[in-house]
């Protein structure tokens, strides 16, 4: 089968090297890829929303699956295109609808969808420019701290959580007028603030059927103590040690199930990846967010740990036969650990050679933010690789990714060495 991964980061190469390990045998194209698929996979030089060019290599090279990773080509409507086009028509993209989408498109809409179904959710309210003294008067109703979310996508910069009223009266102003997460910011959703620990819930469904797969808890803050500005995400531990058994039957029984139904209901035909971002309020499970595709670099961890074929699982999911598909879990943990450019999530620097790689031998290297220039791997983004390694527990396993790293060096790398603190 020849298989179309959309994406360039550590996700699609994580999703690369599982889908090569197929007893089928694919055969593998990203687009546009990074010097880590390229060893596995055909690399086209492809951006994710050229939906023209993508539909002319899905013809040019006999593509069977389409796999999306990020989320722009889905609320841009990737699915909708393939659906429209007789002569793609027959393609399977695994990811949802536009309407779907909307679920990570629009914070309002994904509240929304919440409520209407009776799913546990922090309380909120969604405002304009045109509505900024409302929001303002709003805030006054609530205890500190306050959280402010870009209605739209903003690359997992969009909340802001902040501690003072002045300061968060003032920020809903810079983001409704003056725009600072651009079209992102035109409606700002307002929401009570949640204390817990936050961990994330991954469904695979065909519309129909569904299998929830390993949780894992990302740690999105670049400094250590989860301190400092938002990332894209600076590693992953998977199962979540807090999760057990009494947890995860909350979260299928009042998450997952109206979730899945709740799509049903809404006469939307979801085909993908859920990502529920919860957090464990007491003993219960809130939903502070969806995502329409697989996190990153949650992925990095998940998909690891899943025994079951995942090209088997994902035509199943293609064809709407996934009831017929067991899935089957590793029980030991997974830890990954992201390596990321000196100043990121601010101002950095590309094109630094990038050294060790191949003397990582107990421990799997996916990496993101790379190019190959030559005979050499460089830096190429923000976040440039994560280094993913098993053990019986978190603990172990973290010591195997640390030790993954140790061999591996760029110019001013940086990474976190304090995940799992909090658990």
């Known amino acids: 089968m020849n298989v179309l991964i959309l994406g360039s980061g550590a996700r699609e190469h994580t999703m690369a090297w599982k889908l090569s390990q197929s007893p089928q045998n694919p055969t593998l194209f ?55 086009d007789p002569q793609l028509a027959n393609v399977p993209v695994i990811g949802p609808n536009k309407t779907a989408a909307q679920l990570e498109g ?59 009223l002045a300061e968060a009266q003032s920020a809903l102003a810079e983001m409704l007028v003056d725009q600072k997460f651009g079209a992102a910011s035109q409606t700002v959703v307002i929401e009570e603030f949640l204390s817990g620990i936050e961990l994330s819930c991954f469904v695979l469904t065909d519309g129909h059927s569904y299998k929830v797969l390993p949780t894992a808890k990302d740690y999105k803050r670049i400094g250590e103590g989860d301190t400092g500005l938002n990332t894209g995400g600076m590693g992953a531990i998977s199962p979540v040690p807090f999760a057990d058994e009494a947890f995860m039957d909350k979260v299928h029984q009042r998450v997952v199930i109206p979730t899945v139904e709740g799509l049903k209901k809404d006469g939307i035909t979801y085909v993908g990846f859920i990502f529920i971002g919860l957090i464990k309020v007491g003993d ?22 899943i025994k079951t074929d995942l090209l088997t699982l994902l035509h199943a999911t293609g064809q709407g ?71 019986a527990d978190y603990r172990q396993a ?11 060096s ?13 658990l």
């Open 284 to 305: 219960d499970p809130m939903v502070i967010e969806y995502n329409v595709r697989m996190g990153d670099p949650e992925t990095e961890v998940v998909l690891p740990r």
């Open 106 to 164: 629009s914070k309002q809409y994904a509240k929304e969808f919440l409520i209407r179904h009776g799913i546990p959710t922090a309380a909120y309210a969604a405002f304009t420019a045109d509505t900024l003294a409302e929001g303002q008067a709003f805030l006054t109703t609530l205890k500190a701290p306050y959280v402010l979310k870009a209605d739209g996508l903003a690359a997992g910069k969009g909340v802001l959580i902040l501690s003072d």
């Open 321 to 391: 036969t996934l009831h017929e598909v067991a899935l089957e879990i590793d029980t030991r943990t997974a830890t990954t650990v992201m390596a990321v450019a000196g100043g990121y999530p601010e101002a950095y620097q590309k094109g630094h050679p990038i050294t060790g790689i191949d003397q990582v031998k107990e421990a799997l290297v996916f990496q993101a933010g790379t190019a190959q220039k030559g005979d050499q791997v460089c830096t190429n983004g923000g976040r440039v690789l994560a280094v993913t390694a098993f053990g």
């Open 410 to 422: 760029f110019q001013d790398m940086y990474f976190r060495k304090d995940l799992g603190f909090d």
């Open 30 to 84: 990203v687009a546009p890829g990074n010097a880590g698929t390229a060893s596995l996979a055909t690399n086209l030089p492809l951006s994710v929303t050229d939906f023209g060019g993508i539909a002319q290599a899905v013809h040019q090279n006999n593509i069977e699956l389409v796999l999306v990773g990020p989320e722009d080509p889905l609320v841009l409507g990737i699915s909708d295109y393939f659906a429209a």
């Open 398 to 408: 973290l010591a195997e990714s640390y030790r993954g790293l140790s061999h591996i």
